[in-house]
């Protein structure tokens, strides 16, 4: 495992025709068991990243749905040694990326040596630190580096060009560009202003480029299409689940040709 | 020192989203609230609007009990009955020169939320105040006088409804709202610039303090003490005594109904580092890093963080914390009112009460000043149930 297997999936998904799938789902949620159920069917059905969610009490840059499913996991004793635990477990059978995300606090009282290293054994391939902007990132980002996993930085449609490029120079795997000033949650329509923010990270970043908050259909991507090469599905995850009671189908309409 | 820390705790851990507005607010402090301009319009408002300076009283019946003298800082007597409006009026003046239209604030039991809502009346701002549903129950008559001020207030569902929360819609709301609002964060906690801002609007409370005792003793008190929630009035009288080390300084906290296993808001005493709310500083967490909930007799005491500074004059050792719990805070309120004729908040009333604890201790000689960050008719309705509890 390196520093580049997240960039090496979504490359491979690009080259199937395709947007590279990266689901996110709480851990824990709905139940412990049934969690890596829908972890191992997401992966069957084509996810190529999939992101994990650390239930945090607090979690300031989560919109409704999540965090309701992030407070149900924690009363259900979720942690972040259980989800190693499992994973460790687990990880040899799933063959999409892994990616931790979450917020700073509960990574911090873990010891963030202990989880680099730990997180690198089991094979974790990326982490998501929702409340840690670049300034705040500098030694964690090389303590992960170090280990093999790559701290993806997240931008929006108010970072400036400059800041873009600070994040350019330290960023690997990819950058997740967060698609509304919002928090997460479904959105019928995306932000008129989305495609030149795009078309300008595009231009800033060779890494690649996964949009995620607010999506819940590849038709929201008609305008945005060239410009963005994954796609990150959490509030409409958990409410399908919620309504189906699992992911079957899920994945379907991002599979499809027409969606890359 | 790293750029918006104190020692090892403060910083800005705040999603990107945010960190636009917060440089911009930086900025803003920089270039706005240093001008001449702002600081005479500022002082204007203090003076003639808030009712500043406030008096510092010598309580002389409780000094004679206490065999020290005890001298009071009278925030009780500012505008809206408490040291908030220190920082909203400061605040709010500075989303305008910023080209702001709207505050939006969080508050707990109501009173950053009525001092939000009172500068924003004042200067012609829209004002949004978020608060746990739980307190909007609890605080009625507060959710009452906001909108009588023109605010809107909006009960918050999520988590376990209270202050923590309210803080949480808060920042999200200025997250998709940055162009237009300003966040009125209530106390010196948050990410940078907060904590350092809100210190800003608040030493007023300690540099009137000093000149007053000086003027009318000549010397400085040997010990300065307030109460300690997210610590804005303990940060606003302790920061003109940090360089005068012959002056003891004394946070006092929430320790609840003061048994082992009990919530209570004694973060500095029994909390850990961690980071919440955009800093890294004390919390109550459990070993996994989540949130717990904080409990005190005093609703604005009540918040399982604490600003960073605190924890960093703790860890220099330049300020005491100690805590202190309900019954004792309640035995202080009672015992100010019938000796001195002032009805204290109940978060005041808990630093009065350590200090009550220090009779016959001290030498004579001894002068301590107490914070007296605000008034306490907002907590009657407390104290019945209290007092009726035994």
Redesign the interface.
């Known amino acids: 495992m390196t520093i580049n297997t997240l960039t090496e999936k979504i490359h491979k998904a690009l080259s199937l025709g395709r947007k590279a799938l990266m689901p996110y789902l709480p851990a824990g949620y709905p139940d412990k068991d049934a969690f890596w159920r829908h972890i191992a069917d997401l992966d069957h059905s084509g996810a190529d990243i999939i992101e994990i969610g650390v239930p945090f009490s607090d979690p300031v840059a989560d919109g409704t749905i999540v965090e309701q499913a992030a407070l149900r996991c924690l009363e259900q004793g979720v942690n972040l040694q259980w989800i190693l635990d499992e994973l460790a477990m687990r990880r040899s059978s799933i063959r999409a990326g892994i990616v931790l995300m979450g917020y700073m606090n509960p990574f911090l009282q873990f010891g963030l040596e202990r989880l680099a290293a730990t997180a690198s054994r089991i094979g974790v391939n990326g982490l998501i630190i929702a409340d840690l902007p670049l300034e705040e990132a500098l030694d964690i980002r090389k303590l992960f580096r170090e280990c093999g996993i790559a701290l993806i930085s997240l931008v929006g449609l108010n970072t400036s060009a400059e800041r873009l490029r600070l994040y350019a120079r330290r960023s690997e795997g990819f950058v997740y560009f967060v698609s509304v000033m919002g928090v997460t949650g479904e959105r019928d329509a995306l932000p008129m202003e989305l495609q030149n923010a795009l078309r300008k990270a595009r231009e800033i970043f060779s890494i690649p480029l996964a949009l995620g908050f607010g999506l819940h259909s590849p038709a929201q991507l008609t305008k945005i299409n060239d410009a963005v090469d994954g796609v990150v599905m959490g509030s409409s995850l958990i409410r399908h689940i919620q309504e189906s009671g699992g992911i079957d189908g899920f994945l379907t309409p991002w599979t499809s040709k027409q969606a890359g | 020192m790293r750029?918006g820390y104190f020692g090892d705790f403060g910083?800005?851990?705040?999603?990107?989203?945010l960190?636009?507005p917060l440089l911009e607010l930086e900025e803003a402090m920089d270039r706005i609230m240093t001008s001449a301009a702002f600081q005479e319009e500022f002082t204007n408002l203090l003076r003639h609007y808030v009712g500043r300076p406030t008096a510092l009283y010598r309580c002389d019946n409780l000094s004679k009990e206490l065999d020290f003298g005890l001298w009071l800082k009278r925030e009780d007597l500012a505008h809206t009955g408490a040291h908030k409006i220190n920082n909203t009026v400061g605040q709010a003046l500075l989303a305008k020169h910023m080209g702001k239209t709207r505050l939006v604030a969080e508050t707990g039991a109501g009173q950053h939320g009525v001092a939000t809502a009172t500068a924003a009346a004042l200067l012609g701002l829209e004002c949004i105040v978020y608060m746990g549903a739980t307190d909007v129950v609890r605080q009625a008559h507060n959710v009452q006088r906001m909108e009588l001020l023109g605010a809107q207030v909006r009960p918050v569902q999520?988590?376990s409804q209270t202050l923590?929360?309210a803080i949480?819609a808060a920042?999200?709301h200025w997250?998709?709202k940055?162009a237009d609002t300003h966040y009125c964060l209530g106390s010196a906690v948050g990410p940078h610039p907060f904590p350092l801002l809100v210190r800003e609007l608040q030493s007023i409370i300690g540099r009137e303090a000093l000149e007053q005792f000086q003027s009318r003793t000549g010397k400085l008190p040997e010990q300065v003490v307030a109460c300690v929630g997210g610590g804005s009035n303990a940060i606003g009288m302790f920061h003109a005594f940090v360089t005068h080390r012959q002056t003891a300084l004394v946070g006092v906290e929430a320790a609840g109904e003061g048994s082992v296993d009990c919530f209570h808001s004694a973060t500095l005493n029994k909390g850990t580092p961690?980071?919440?709310?955009?800093c890294k500083t004390k919390?109550l967490?459990t070993?996994?890093?989540?949130?717990m909930p904080s409990h005190s007799l005093a609703p604005g005491l009540d918040y399982p963080g604490v600003g960073p500074e605190h924890a960093h004059l703790q860890a220099q050792g330049r300020a005491k914390y100690v805590s202190v719990t309900d019954s004792q805070a309640l035995k202080a309120f009672l015992r100010l009112a019938k000796t001195e004729g002032i009805l204290a908040a109940l978060e005041s009333s808990h630093a009065l009460a350590h200090v009550l604890s220090l009779a016959q201790t001290l030498p004579v000689s001894t002068d301590v000043v107490v914070c007296l960050s605000g008034r306490g008719d907002k907590d009657l309705g407390i104290v019945r149930e209290a007092l009726r509890k035994g």
């Not at chain 2, 910083?11 to 989203?17: D, I, K, Q, V």
């Not at chain 2, 961690?274 to 955009?278: E, F, M, Y």
């Not at chain 2, 070993?287 to 949130?291: C, F, L, N, R, S």
């Open positions: 750029k910083g800005r851990f705040a999603p990107e989203l960190m636009p999520s988590g923590k929360d949480n920042m999200r997250i998709a940055q961690g980071v919440l709310h955009g919390l967490q070993a996994d890093g989540q949130i």
